[in-house]
């Protein structure tokens, strides 16, 4: 099993920049590709973006290429997803993943967080 445990949500006004992490717990992160997603009120939830096990490799959607980076440090146990340029459109819940592939389908990930809310005022 792995645990995963989002932070770093909060308010922040348009423009602005947030990082978001992922913490994990359990068997071998290291082992997993790990993904992000978010649901914005009264929408389904979808794809932000997702990372190789090793990080070499990332995929983006196109709503967030060129102002969202993910990353992960393995020795830390660690995901991240930096944010900047944020919209008020980007305002939704953030949830990370973690699974054999670096899945762009939230039910094709086996471990999936709880969610942090990110808030971006106009």
């Known amino acids: 099993q792995v645990q995963l445990l989002e932070s770093g949500g909060g308010l922040v006004q348009a423009g602005g920049s947030l990082r978001l992490s992922c913490a994990a717990s359990?068997?071998?992160?290291?082992?997993?590709?790990m993904g992000w997603f978010r649901q914005a009120p009264g929408k389904e939830r979808e794809f932000v973006a997702s990372?190789?096990?090793?990080?070499?490799?990332?995929w983006y959607a196109d709503s967030v290429k060129g102002r969202f980076t993910i990353s992960r440090d393995n020795a830390k146990n660690t995901g991240y997803v930096r944010m900047n340029s944020l919209k008020p459109e980007d305002t939704a819940v953030y949830y990370c993943?973690?699974?054999?592939?670096?899945?762009?389908?939230?039910?094709?990930?086996?471990?999936r967080g709880q969610g942090t809310l990110v808030t971006v005022s106009s």
């Open positions: 993943a973690a699974g054999s592939e670096p899945y762009n389908k939230w039910d094709l990930y086996n471990y």
């Open positions: 359990g068997r071998t992160f290291s082992r997993y590709a």
């Open positions: 990372i190789s096990w090793g990080g070499a490799s990332t």
